[in-house]
């Protein structure tokens, strides 16, 4: 298969792959931070009008953190909400509501209520973990150079931000990926 070079390909892939599949068609966008996932997340969740989730708003809360869950492999996203109020409830294709975590408060966020689309996009590092993998129809898998992530991080969120990512969450990516190897399982590999 040629690699697509843009949203409207990718969107192209996913339409004919989702010709007569389950509905709602779930996709998964998983990689690296800096990677892109989120810009191609919210593109394709505008050219399919599909319901988009971010694995940052199942971030563990306060009283999930722990050394243990830190050293498991993808340990620091709380999986099992993403599964029990995102993807088991887009399996019944009625609607539901589901709390984000708020980063600033520390808590859950009020309820975000959702009405399923034939699509349904979920981005995010983590997203393909194998606790979750089987719930997706199409899987993405995005990564990047060290430059090129580093250059985006910056941009994104500051020079200040930089230290907290090379000494944090890369890290925490880098065992998820070399433990898990969530790529294997992806039906696109795209290096941004």
């Known amino acids: 298969m040629k690699t697509p070079e843009n949203p409207e390909q990718i969107c192209s892939l996913i339409k004919k792959a989702a010709s007569g599949g389950p509905r709602p068609f779930l996709i998964a966008i998983d990689g690296r931070c800096g990677s892109g996932k989120t810009t191609l997340a919210e ?6 009008e599909a319901n988009l989730f971010h694995a940052d708003d199942f971030y563990l809360r306060p009283c999930q953190r722990s050394e ?3 050293r ?9 909400r993403l599964r029990s109020e995102v993807l088991e409830p ?6 539901f509501a589901y ?3 708020d980063c600033r408060a520390q808590s859950l966020a009020a309820p975000v209520s959702v009405q399923p689309r034939p699509f ?19 899987r993405i898998f995005l990564t990047t150079d060290p430059g090129t992530q580093k250059e985006r991080i910056i941009k994104r969120g500051g020079p200040e ?3 907290d990512f090379q000494n944090r969450w890369i ?14 399982f992806c039906d696109l590999l795209l290096h941004t």
């Open 43 to 48: 593109r394709l969740a505008k050219l399919l």
């Open 68 to 70: 243990a869950r830190y």
């Open 72 to 80: 498991e492999p993808g340990g620091n996203m709380d999986r099992e």
């Open 90 to 95: 887009l399996q019944t294709n009625r609607p």
């Open 99 to 101: 709390r984000p975590y």
């Open 120 to 138: 349904a996009v979920i981005e995010g590092s983590y997203s393909c973990h194998p606790e979750l993998r089987h719930f997706y129809a199409f």
């Open 161 to 163: 931000c930089l230290p």
């Open 171 to 184: 890290p925490l990516e880098e065992l998820y990926f070399r433990s898990l190897r969530p790529e294997r």
